[in-house]
């Protein structure tokens, strides 16, 4: 149980290329959907968080208008990274948490790896 | 601030030998914490988690952590590594709305 899938898993594309990647938890809903940047041999850094029906909230230092991000329905958010540069050419992954409490664990997809070349 | 520290970077050891990975965090407030794995090019698998009750916790694929509160520790342990564990492990904290604070990874490397 508590299946995430993300997808595309990896994405090579021109820079300004808008690229979108989907996170959809396959047997639960998820109320909250997490979406993290990951670089080489480093941890996760949170870049927002997804409840369904209303706006995502971003951390510190990430740009809404660069990487928007919809949670439409309990079981898929996206996230669109607009106008893509070389700079933004990362692992990205996104999580998804069944219910609203914070002691509930999250549940990772397996991730996209964006080249932006 | 909560914040995780994992003072290992990397650990190597030796097939069948006993490992542990080492975790601590600061918290003012009651925390939730979580040990995940991740394989090369994967999304994170959670291990095992605390949140609260007894503070020996067992996991997934024969692993166990100890939450100590007075030391600030959450170290996860296994009695007898295999090859297929080698991965980075990250331990994590829960925070408010239920936000992952992450350390650095530590990577496990199981050699024959």
């Known amino acids: 149980g508590a299946v995430v899938s993300q997808h595309p898993s990896r994405v090579i594309c021109k820079s300004g290329t808008s690229v979108k990647i989907e996170c959809r938890s396959l047997d639960f809903q998820a109320t909250t959907m997490f979406w993290y940047r990951q670089f080489p041999k480093q941890s996760l850094m949170l870049m927002a968080t997804s409840n369904e029906g209303s706006k995502a909230t971003y951390e510190q230092g990430v740009e809404k208008d660069k990487f928007l991000i919809n949670h439409a329905s309990l079981t898929l958010s996206t996230l669109t990274v607009t106008s893509a540069h070389p700079e933004d050419s990362s692992f990205y992954i996104c999580?998804?948490?069944?219910?609203?409490?914070?002691?509930?664990?999250?549940?990772f997809g397996d991730g996209t790896r964006l080249s932006i070349l | 601030a909560q914040s995780v520290t994992q003072l290992d970077s990397q650990v190597p050891v030796f097939e069948e030998a006993p490992v542990e990975l080492r975790c601590n965090y600061s918290?003012?407030?009651?925390?939730?914490l979580f040990w995940y794995v991740q394989y090369p090019n994967q999304g994170l698998q959670l291990l095992l988690k605390?949140?609260?009750?007894?503070?020996l916790v067992k996991g997934i694929n024969g692993f166990e952590a100890e939450f100590n509160k007075s030391q600030t520790s959450f170290h996860l342990r296994k009695p007898s590594v295999h090859i297929s564990d080698t991965a980075e492990y990250f331990c994590?904290?829960?925070?408010?709305?239920?936000?992952?604070?992450f350390g650095q990874g530590t990577e496990l490397s199981v050699k024959p």
């Open positions: 994590a904290v829960s925070v408010g709305g239920g936000k992952l604070i």
């Open positions: 605390y949140l609260s009750g007894s503070t």
């Open positions: 918290s003012s407030v009651s925390v939730y």
């Open positions: 999580s998804a948490r069944q219910g609203a409490r914070s002691n509930q664990p999250q549940h």
